[in-house]
């Protein structure tokens, strides 16, 4: 008789109806208590316990963005994969209708409450991969969603507009406002495409405080949206057309010059920023204005090397778009459910990340940026099938299985960034440039020079 192995594991979950209820090692960030309490506040506790308690619902629309491919009866299957076969645990078995009037039932507000209570710069130990010269480095951008094409979405979102009217799918404007160091949502709006970036970036700046440093494309260079940023404390440092007439009160010694906008005074710093690799070179001229006017404690060179980071909003987009998402089309067919799972979207993501940042703090002077993101969601995923690590020792790892999945298989060092921005995916196939991307890996060195000729 050939020999065999037992493999027996402990899986500890809540009581009865509220056991498919979790997330996995996750709970841990976002733990019962945290969202009863939440579901007390907004009035949104069941009255009797069912098969669905309002607990479970909550944690499975989380669940819901980690297995953005699958339907509700499927993601409800992950949820309860770990619990069949535990001694006294009767598993439900929920329909599809049961799912989605549960959805209905629980509203908005407990996932808008959540991700209040989450949002925010990560704790972290990494001070110089976080911090620059005692400022926070933050981010503020925006980007499109697409959403399911039903008459409800429609009615709010509508298409976008073409040369031939609305076409697609209906879309949506999300901007965020993140910290660049750890990539951590600090705050997040989103409204039908109609709205645009600017009306958003300025209900954005009720989350900029004194202390931060706030990076944005030229787009945000408008002379109200800076005087609502400094209004709150915040310095600046954002990108502006180089045709933009600025007058010159005076010339500093580092070449950056003092102007005005709105009557504000600012700094500008006007870059030729060169990029070398064996297959040629790249250059481009910058014109950056920012509010920090010490030259001595924030050099105009060392303020475009800083610039740089303004790109790290583009890589978690791409994290929720892609990593998450996977490119696919949110499921909610009504506004109040798309309401429900942006929140969502964006609870787990900032899960994600805190789980990446608690892992590299783990190791001193580890860059939160050698963390891979598809790492710590697919490690995520593999923890809620199994109901693993859901109530935590009396011991608490801050690591964990996550962690450890992080930690071994570590990005390299952030390479400099080479090429230009290009159109991927187009709704068009004649307008695609996939398959003409140079996908080579060069080494680079980048120069750069502060221009001083007169503007």
């Known amino acids: 008789m050939a020999d065999q192995i037992a493999i027996s594991r402990t899986v500890t979950v809540a009581a009865g109806p509220f056991a498919a209820g979790h997330l996995g090692e996750l709970t841990r960030l976002l733990p019962f208590e945290m969202i009863d309490d939440v579901l007390t506040t907004t009035g949104r506790t069941q009255q009797r316990v069912r098969v669905l308690p309002a607990r479970v619902v909550v944690y499975l629309l989380l669940a819901g963005c980690l297995f953005a491919d699958l339907g509700y009866r499927q993601v409800w299957s992950k949820l309860v994969a770990g619990l069949r076969g535990l001694g006294g645990l009767a598993v439900a078995d929920p329909t599809g209708s049961a799912l989605r009037q549960a959805r209905q039932r629980l509203g908005t507000s407990p996932l808008r409450a959540l991700f209040d209570l989450l949002?925010?710069?990560?704790?972290?130990?990494?001070v110089a991969a976080v911090w620059w010269r005692g400022l926070l480095p933050v981010v503020i951008d925006g980007t499109i969603l697409t959403i399911a094409d039903s008459a409800a979405n429609l009615h709010r979102y509508g298409k976008q507009r073409g040369n031939h009217g609305g076409s697609g799918y209906p879309t949506l404007r999300l901007s965020a406002l993140l910290a660049c160091g750890t990539r951590s949502v600090l705050d997040a709006v989103f409204d039908?495409?109609?709205?645009?970036?600017?009306?958003?970036?300025?209900?954005?700046?009720?989350?900029?405080?004194?202390?931060?440093?706030?990076?944005?494309?030229?787009?945000?260079?408008?002379?109200?949206?800076?005087?609502?940023?400094?209004?709150?404390?915040?310095?600046?440092?954002?990108?502006?057309?180089?045709?933009r007439k600025l007058p010159m009160i005076r010339r500093y010694r580092d070449g950056s010059w003092l102007s005005v906008i709105g009557g504000l005074p600012i700094r500008v710093v006007e870059a030729r920023i060169s990029i070398t690799t064996s297959n040629g070179s790249r250059t481009g001229d910058y014109r950056l204005i920012t509010t920090l006017l010490d030259t001595r404690r924030y050099p105009a060179a060392?303020?475009?090397?800083?610039?740089?980071?303004?790109?790290?909003?583009?890589?978690?987009?791409?994290?929720?778009?892609?990593?998450?998402?996977?490119?696919?089309?949110?499921?909610?067919?009504?506004?109040?459910?798309?309401?429900?799972?942006?929140?969502?979207?964006?609870?787990?993501?900032?899960?994600?990340?805190?789980?990446?940042?608690?892992?590299?703090?783990?190791?001193?002077?580890?860059d939160p940026d050698r963390a891979s993101f598809s790492t710590a969601l697919n490690a995520a995923r593999d923890q809620i099938v199994q109901a693993a690590g859901v109530i935590a020792d009396t011991v608490i790892d801050l690591v964990g299985v996550i962690g450890t999945h992080i930690l071994a298989n570590l990005l390299p060092d952030r390479r400099i960034r080479t090429k230009t921005r290009m159109i991927k995916r187009s709704n068009s196939k004649y307008q695609a440039r996939g398959p003409n991307i140079d996908r080579h890996t060069y080494k680079a060195t980048t120069s750069i020079d502060i221009l001083t000729d007169e503007p």
């Open 119 to 126: 949002r925010g710069p990560a704790a972290t130990s990494a």
């Open 192 to 243: 039908p495409i109609t709205t645009g970036e600017l009306a958003q970036a300025g209900q954005l700046a009720r989350s900029l405080r004194a202390g931060m440093l706030l990076l944005a494309d030229r787009n945000y260079a408008a002379a109200g949206l800076i005087k609502a940023f400094t209004v709150t404390g915040a310095d600046l440092l954002i990108r502006c057309k180089t045709g």
């Open 302 to 366: 060392d303020l475009a090397r800083l610039y740089h980071q303004r790109w790290e909003i583009e890589t978690a987009y791409l994290e929720l778009k892609s990593t998450i998402l996977g490119g696919r089309v949110l499921r909610a067919r009504t506004p109040d459910g798309i309401d429900q799972e942006i929140h969502a979207l964006l609870i787990v993501y900032q899960l994600l990340r805190t789980a990446m940042v608690d892992a590299t703090d783990s190791r001193p002077g580890l």
